[in-house]
């Protein structure tokens, strides 16, 4: 199906009351081996993932016979894609948890919301991909940003997610999955896959669909896929994307989240655009409350210019890629076995798996260590914080 913009500017690429086909492409190669998904469109008013994947699909049917394993390629919220809005109800990126999908399986299908339908069909369609994969299966999700931004890549930091993501040579961005909860590729980084999302830049600029398409066949490599010598323009590919990333730090890790709640009445001075740096204190906009200061020096991300969305922006730091070599040694040497021995963490007795902190025993920089152990610290009811183990779980 072509995919076109409708002439009253609705923003809709698929023609309105058309939806796409779920199924954008499915590849198989001539040999076993890993499963690339690679999803576009979760966000309605992002298609540009969309449109690349349709497009890396169609060109890659004539490389099949080098290609391994699988590669697959899917439109998320086909609904909202149709009218060019970010969701029709609710954020199909931020519903993924296993209590969510289990009240969804209790309903039938004339009871399912827009979104509710949306995320049955997916779910649906991963399953099925799980039930048939003969190796390592690796999750992407492709979005755009209402500012204009450099591209990045964000994921949860196991040491198999960061392999991937640092194959790309764009920011990568640490602490994202910690203060957004419900996220695809955090589903499937739970149930034991590879998974992370690009960001490739604002929606309504054409080098973002072809940052997409380069980042598509730069991650077909990176997950052994495909060699480097099949993919014609390789070294282009890549020279697109470090040329959008230039000027930007390699790696950084999200300091603060402004949460948008209705009627706070937030609205950002115009202007900003990712990585821009911003000084502690500084006048970012206006809330209910009266201007908006910026918690803390860092650099912008994402900050919101569009009407739906509860992320008003972020703010990160650069991490020394020292760290990052550190934190991977701790890993793989079993440090993270010692840390219930530590002063104030011990095992949460109904859940053996995550680690609960008392802040009034651990030490100050108890969440740090955990970080770079591999936790990620979990919204909790309770004032004790509760770290678990990333992609502990398995499908």
């Not at 198999?160 to 040579?169: C, D, G, H, T």
């Not at 890993?331 to 530590?342: D, F």
Request: proline share 7%; with cysteine; net charge positive.
């Amino acid at each position: 199906m072509a995919a076109r913009k409708n002439s009253n500017g609705s923003g809709a690429y698929w023609g309105v009351g058309r939806l796409p086909p779920r199924v954008l492409g499915d590849v198989r190669g001539a040999t076993a081996g890993p499963s690339l998904v690679v999803v576009g469109g979760l966000h309605g008013n992002e298609p540009a993932g969309a449109l690349a994947a349709a497009r890396v699909a169609a060109e890659l049917e004539a490389l099949q016979p080098r290609l391994r394993g699988r590669a697959v390629f899917l439109a998320g919220n086909r609904q909202a894609l149709t009218v060019g809005l970010r969701f029709i109800r609710r954020d199909l990126n931020r519903l993924w948890s296993p209590a969510q999908l289990e009240r969804l399986a209790g309903l039938s299908e004339r009871d399912l919301g827009d979104e509710e339908q949306e995320q049955v069909e997916l779910a649906r369609t991963l399953r099925e991909i799980e039930r048939a994969q003969r190796g390592p299966l690796t999750l992407v999700t492709l979005h755009t940003t209402s500012a204009p931004s450099a591209p990045f890549v964000c994921f949860g930091d196991t040491l198999a997610n960061r392999r991937l993501a640092l194959a790309l040579p764009t920011t990568a961005i640490l602490g994202l999955e910690e203060v957004i909860e419900g996220t695809l590729i955090g589903y499937g980084t739970d149930r034991g896959h590879v998974g992370i999302s690009i960001e490739a830049g604002q929606h309504r600029d054409p080098e973002a669909v072809e940052r997409h398409v380069s980042a598509i066949w730069l991650l077909l490599v990176a997950a052994r896929c495909l060699p480097a010598a099949a993919v014609p323009g390789l070294r282009q590919h890549r020279e697109r994307l470090a040329r959008a990333s230039a000027g930007r730090p390699r790696v950084v890790e999200v300091r603060h989240r402004h949460a948008v709640t209705p009627g706070d009445g937030f609205e950002l001075l115009p202007g900003f655009e990712s990585f821009a740096p911003i000084a502690a204190g500084q006048i970012l906009g206006r809330h209910r409350q009266g201007p908006l200061h910026a918690p803390e020096a860092g650099l912008m991300l994402m900050p919101r210019y569009q009407a739906q969305g509860d992320d008003g922006y972020f703010l990160v730091r650069e991490v020394r890629p020292l760290w990052l070599k550190f934190s991977a040694w701790l890993r793989r040497s079993g440090a993270p076995r010692m840390l219930p021995y530590l002063p104030g963490v011990e095992r949460d007795k109904a859940a053996p798996g995550q680690l609960v902190i008392d802040p009034r025993v651990a030490f100050t920089h108890v969440a740090d260590v955990m970080h770079l152990c591999g936790y990620r610290r979990r919204r909790s009811p309770e004032t004790r914080p509760v770290f678990t183990r990333r992609g502990t779980q398995r499908v």
